[in-house]
C-alpha cells in the first residue's frame, strides 16, 4: 500500500518561501494517480485545498492563495513539492499532500482523495 510523507522546515519566517517535499513509499504512485494536491489546516479552521497538479501536467491552484502556490511532481522520485511564497502568520497550518486517482470533473472534493499524508506542521514566525 502506497504511503505519503511529508518533509521540510517546521518554521519559517514571515515574507519567506515555504518548502515542502511529499515522499511515496510502498509502490509507484504513478500508477495509481491522477493528481497530487496539497491541502492544509489552520487552527480552528476546517480544511482548505490548496492546489493540484494532473499527470498531464495541468496545474490548478486556489484563488484564494492570491498565486502564491506552485505544486510540482518528480514522478521518477516519487515526490511531489509545495512552495508557498510571501508566508505571514496566516499559513500557520498543517499541511498534507494527497493524490486522487480519478480525473478532474469540476471538482476537487477531498472526498476524492485515496491516499493523504499524516500531515506537518508549519509555523510562521519571526
Known amino acids: 500500500q502506497v504511503q505519503l510523507q511529508e518533509s521540510g522546515p517546521g518554521l519559517v519566517k514571515p515574507s519567506q518561501t515555504l518548502s515542502l517535499t511529499c515522499s511515496a513509499s510502498g509502490g509507484s504512485i504513478t500508477t495509481y494517480y491522477y493528481a497530487w494536491s496539497w491541502i492544509r489546516q489552520s487552527p480552528g479552521k476546517g480544511l482548505e485545498w490548496m492546489g493540484a497538479t494532473a499527470i498531464d501536467g495541468s496545474t490548478y491552484y486556489n484563488p484564494s492563495l492570491k498565486g502564491r502556490t506552485a505544486i510540482s511532481v518528480d514522478t521518477s522520485k516519487n515526490h511531489c513539492s509545495l512552495q508557498l511564497s510571501s508566508v505571514t502568520p496566516e499559513d500557520t497550518a498543517v499541511y498534507y499532500c494527497?493524490?486522487?486517482?480519478?480525473?478532474?470533473?469540476?471538482?476537487?472534493?477531498?472526498?476524492?482523495?485515496?491516499?493523504w499524508g499524516q500531515g506537518t506542521q508549519v509555523t510562521v514566525s519571526s
Open positions: 494527497a493524490s486522487r486517482s480519478n480525473a478532474y470533473d469540476g471538482s476537487w472534493s477531498l472526498d476524492d482523495y485515496n491516499y
